[in-house]
């Protein structure tokens, strides 16, 4: 165990996890668990960033997470699953690491412009809380002194700028923490129902990953098969285009009949097979994919006392690490006084 290379990456509880969580995230988490020794956070700090008046959402969300996560497969005896803020060290490392970062590095983070952005173009406030969470996140990857982060593309400036100031802080005070990486997964992203850019839950264009098969369907039913805007098909008849259309990013993602796929693209590309004939077969792989999910999420829906002593014993786990390397910090920075 202890030899094992360390992971630490996370999620913000702002909602239920959908089949856009699934494939940019929880897929390659399921499979490193293994390799790895692994944490995986629940960012409740990081949600109060730019989610301040949900704490409900939050506050349920914590729990839905962890339910989600354990029924896509993370299991907690091999990984530690984290609540962020019952890990008070979080808040303490940020707060040393925001001394070795300056306003202008600080500004040129492109993800943090960007959501910036968006939330100004919403008339939204935006907090020192919020400003800071790139800080705060860095130490979250570097209080377990982690080297593997496996995250969505959007996150990987996130960690370009924790090995930043892992270098500049070891440089200053000595080797003190290790140099992470990213590692971003099979899919970097995949477009909603509605075919934009992200799923997500405010663009009400997502498939959960606790969907049941008629919302399934009618949530694939309603999907758009032409971006562009500009081939509608009107008729079975009429050629289809393959390429981009969100049936067939869908299909090749979770359809586990690559024959059937090929099949069906090929008839679309030909004028042989109706849109409903391929949502109607997307509805089906996607049951299929989602049913054992479904089944041991419902076991752990009824059992939230068994997920909430996952998340306490794997907060434990990672505190005991978090105050070995606040000591470590302390004793480099030499802020120790007494
Ligand atoms: N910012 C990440 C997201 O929105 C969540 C997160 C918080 C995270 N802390 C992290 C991811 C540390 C990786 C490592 O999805």
Request: charged share 25%.
């Amino acid at each position: 165990m202890s030899d094992q290379q360390r992971i630490l990456t996370g999620m913000r509880p702002t909602g239920q996890l959908h089949l856009g969580h699934y494939l940019g995230a929880l897929e390659n988490w399921v499979q490193m668990q293994h390799e790895y020794e692994c944490f995986f956070l629940i960012a409740d700090y990081q949600a109060m960033g730019d989610h301040l008046d949900d704490i409900d959402l939050i506050q349920r969300s914590v729990l839905d997470v962890a339910t989600d996560w354990l029924a896509v497969g993370l299991d907690p005896e091999q990984s530690s699953f984290v609540i962020q803020s019952y890990v008070p060290e979080h808040a303490e490392l940020a707060m040393f690491f925001s001394m070795l970062t300056s306003l202008n590095q600080h500004r040129r983070n492109p993800t943090l412009r960007a959501e910036i952005g968006q939330l100004e173009s919403e008339n939204q406030a935006i907090t020192l809380g919020f400003f800071n969470y790139p800080i705060s996140q860095a130490a979250d990857i570097l209080l377990p002194k982690a080297h593997l982060v496996p995250v969505g593309e959007d996150q990987v400036a996130h960690i370009e700028y924790t090995r930043d100031v892992a270098r500049r802080f070891n440089r200053r005070y000595g080797e003190v923490f290790p140099l992470p990486r990213a590692r971003v997964g099979r899919v970097p992203r995949l477009v909603g129902t509605d075919g934009q850019a992200k799923m997500s839950k405010s663009l009400n264009n997502a498939v959960y990953l606790a969907d049941d098969p008629d919302t399934v369907q009618e949530r694939v039913r309603r999907m758009v098969t032409d971006v562009t805007g500009q081939n509608p098909r009107l008729r079975a008849a009429d050629p289809g285009v393959v390429e981009y259309n969100p049936a067939f990013l869908y299909h090749d993602a979770f359809n586990d009949n690559p024959d059937e796929v090929a099949e069906l693209k090929e008839r679309y590309a030909a004028g042989t097979v109706s849109d409903s004939e391929v949502k109607e077969r997307l509805t089906d792989a996607l049951n299929r994919f989602l049913e054992p999910i479904r089944e041991r999420r419902a076991w752990y829906e009824r059992h939230p006392d068994y997920v909430r002593d996952v998340l306490l014993a794997g907060t434990e786990r990672e505190r005991a690490i978090a105050q070995e390397t606040i000591a470590d910090v302390r004793q480099a920075m030499r802020v120790v006084y007494t």
